[in-house]
Structure formats: C-alpha cells, structure tokens
C-alpha cells in the first residue's frame, strides 16, 4: 500500500522559513517523478516544484523559484521543500505526490497520482 506523509506544517510569519517533509512507504521516490503541490483556500491545486526521474532536474513555477527548494534523500526514501521569505500569497496546505514526469501549475496537478494527506502552511504575522 502506497503511503506518503508529510510533516512539517505551521504558523510562520511572513519572511520567514519552513520545511516540509514527505515520507514515503509502498513506493521507492526513485523510482518516480517526484513533486510538491498546494492548494490555497477557493483556488485549484497547483504543482509548484519537482524533481524529474529522467533527467533529475528540478522545476519550479515562478511564484516560487528561488525562494523554494525540492530535495529527496534515496536513503531515506523521503522528500522535502525547504521554504524560505515566505509572504501570505504562500498559505495553503501542501501536499507531496509522485508521477511519471513533472508537471507545473494547476494542468501539471493532474500528472500526479498518489498523494499525501496535506499538511497547513499558514504566512500571517
């Protein structure tokens, strides 16, 4: 049975930084595109960075590139996204999820098929 949960969620005021954590049982991340989503409150979940299994590159929306990082650790068959200057229009609950090849916004969303439970993010001082 495929499983992945993150961690790492919280209350952060707008500059600051948070980590999200993903850990994964039932699928090897290696084996997968791997990707991190949100979904603001009235908006459509959005893919906002992966790491593809071809090429391992990363990829980024806009809102987030250079502020964001997608990493995984094989070892640990875990992933992460390290969230820096984060600002109000970044409160959503994110989720990590896997697929077959990277995907970015809300058409990229549908790219991905298992899927963690979420976990809040909330940028308010």
């Known amino acids: 049975q495929v499983q992945l949960v993150e961690s790492g969620g919280g209350l952060v005021q707008p500059g600051g930084s948070l980590k999200l954590s993903c850990a994964a049982s039932?699928?090897?991340?290696?084996?997968?595109?791997i990707g991190w989503l949100r979904q603001a409150p009235g908006k459509e979940r959005q893919a906002i960075a992966c790491i593809s299994s071809s090429d391992s590159g990363k990829y980024y929306i806009n809102a987030v590139k250079g502020r964001f990082t997608i990493s995984r650790d094989i070892a640990k068959n875990e992933m992460y996204l390290q969230m820096n200057s984060l600002n109000a229009e970044d409160t959503a609950v994110y989720y990590c999820?896997?697929?077959?090849?990277?995907?970015?916004?809300?058409?990229?969303?549908?790219?991905?098929?298992?899927w963690g439970q979420g976990t809040q993010v909330t940028v308010s001082s």
């Open positions: 039932g699928i090897n991340l290696d084996d997968y595109t």
């Open positions: 999820a896997t697929a077959n090849r990277c995907g970015m916004g809300s058409v990229g969303a549908k790219l991905y098929d298992h």
